[in-house]
């Protein structure tokens, strides 16, 4: 399929969170349908449309059902079981493709993916055992991190090493895992890309990002960065893009430090760090990823305003009442449910 | 009811076109669902809400099922019969009240409740019969239009009258009518106005509007107007929702004259000519009505960005390939079918 697809085409979404959720509404004003698989009734996503799929990742059945009702296939998290997208691809063009999801999926690949273009990612070994972690340590130094190499997200699946006396990998039980070497970071930015069918890409303005407890607090735009910076970050992530002949939104972490830009990581997907786009952009993150899926022209990701996000995490969003009463934009992800940790929305504040 | 409603609460929605359409998504932002409430199975606004009923505006146990299922009501065109109504007050509030809906469905008593309140509208007269007919033009000149009392729209059950030869209100049938006199005017603006539950009132920005057969064409924001119309544009904008006790946004069009404002008409409801807002204001129209029906704190409606509305009729929609390789902001309704002055979407050109 090359072609871009019209209005009232259907796009199929797997995962049904606050990313589907806002992709659906995204597509919905191109007049373009969404269709979500996730195995919750109640899955974020499925409120805001007609067209959903409640079954496992591994109902085959149910999974061939979604990919004949739809014209081509999305996803907007990361760890989908590798059978599920093998069914699906045999039906639908999926993207972003193969190879970005299984780079991103496993830190060791994607660093090493990094490092063979030639880009800065933080110091890092494999640890299969408990003697790699001794010799990873004595080589990387401490403080480091010992990082799952698949499943971690939001600082889940890691542990901080603070010296070499007791370190073990025992906590991660079997799960393959890397050790990763402290970065001296002046701040933390993220780009967010999109490339496009036709091999396009635009990049979104660098955003500045705080986080508390290993969880996103702010993105501000325009990060506190030189010029010289932002074009390094915009021009390092087309190239990580184009390496991965990849269609679709992508976030790129990024430490700002004295000798320049270094890959934190990469997400196959939008990223929470690029929401400040839907009240700072014409055209959102959201959209540009939907435009790239369904084929068509990216939009050029002007930012019209100054933006500073905010997450609201747990029982943040008891703050709502008060939040509510000030100008800022509110997004909220329909989760009936607060937890402490659970992203239950954000809020986007324009700069006057 | 007074409080606000929680996130996860139900609006329930008559009518299913492509204002409530944006109005499911601007309450899907806020967390909200919405139940659209339709004859029409395919409804643009069903494509975007798990929640949807289909079926007559007169079956009574389907209504009453709607309003069960919902937390408030509320509607988003003006004809909606008056037995549903009766029916739906007894078990759900509904916003904007009948008051406003009565007056703006009538240009007769929209017309008389205006001059009322002191705010200068076109001349007119009532036109029971042909005699009548003579009279008002004999009094009001020509040109005039001879306009039905109710369902118009978009220029639909409307004759222009040249002069007194052979005038005649045949071609209205039975319809009750009223004759408008020409209004000398140098624009067309609007004000988009949201009044909620605790009398709160914001207006956003007027925009200036150009009509094409008869149908709204483009709005521009800012205006053309002085800083003096604008204050007065505003000021009898609020005049009117506080007269009305109205919760919601309302539409109200002006005529910018040599004498100064005069009063075209009043929509209770969000208006084409306010969908600029959706990328010139961090809090849009469609929000602003979901806040106020909703018992929300209204937003400030301040405006980022200067913006031009395009409306997309009939066949515009087959420039959507170019329109789409620009960098303005789409939005689609989700029609299927095209057809001659038929809405299918709008874009907003952000200046730069």
Sequence with gaps: MTDRLPPGSVIGILGGGQLGRMLALAAARLGLACHIYDPDADAPAKQVTSRATTARYDDDAALSAFAAAVDVVTYEFENIPTAALDLIETLREVHPNRRALATSQDRLMEKTFLNGLGL?????????????????????????????????????????????????????????????????????????????????????????NVHEGGILHTTTVPAAITAAQRTD?????????????????????????????????????????????????????????????????????????????????????LRLPDISATGVAIHLYGKAESRPGRKMGHVNRIAR
């Design 120 to 208: 800065a990612t933080a110091p890092f070994a494999d640890i299969p055992d408990e003697d790699a972690l001794v010799r990873a340590i004595a080589e990387i130094g401490t403080p480091a991190i010992l990082k799952t190499r698949t499943l971690g997200y939001d600082g889940k699946g890691q542990v901080r090493i603070a010296d070499a006396a007791g370190a073990s990998r025992a906590s991660l039980g079997d799960a393959p895992a890397i050790l990763e070497g402290r970065v001296a970071f002046e701040r933390e930015i993220s780009v967010i890309g999109a490339r496009g069918r036709d091999g396009s890409v635009a990049c979104f303005d660098p955003g500045e």
């Design 233 to 317: 970050a915009v021009l390092l992530t087309a190239r990580i893009l184009t390496e991965l002949d990849y269609v679709g939104v992508m976030g790129v972490e990024l430490f700002v430090t004295e000798r320049g830009l270094v890959v934190n990581e990469i997400a196959p997907r939008v990223h929470n760090s690029g929401h400040w786009t839907q009240d700072g952009c014409a055209i959102d993150q959201f959209e540009q990823h939907i435009r790239a899926v369904a084929g068509w022209p990216l939009g050029d990701g002007s930012r019209h305003s100054d933006v500073t996000m905010e997450n609201l995490i747990g029982d943040d969003i």
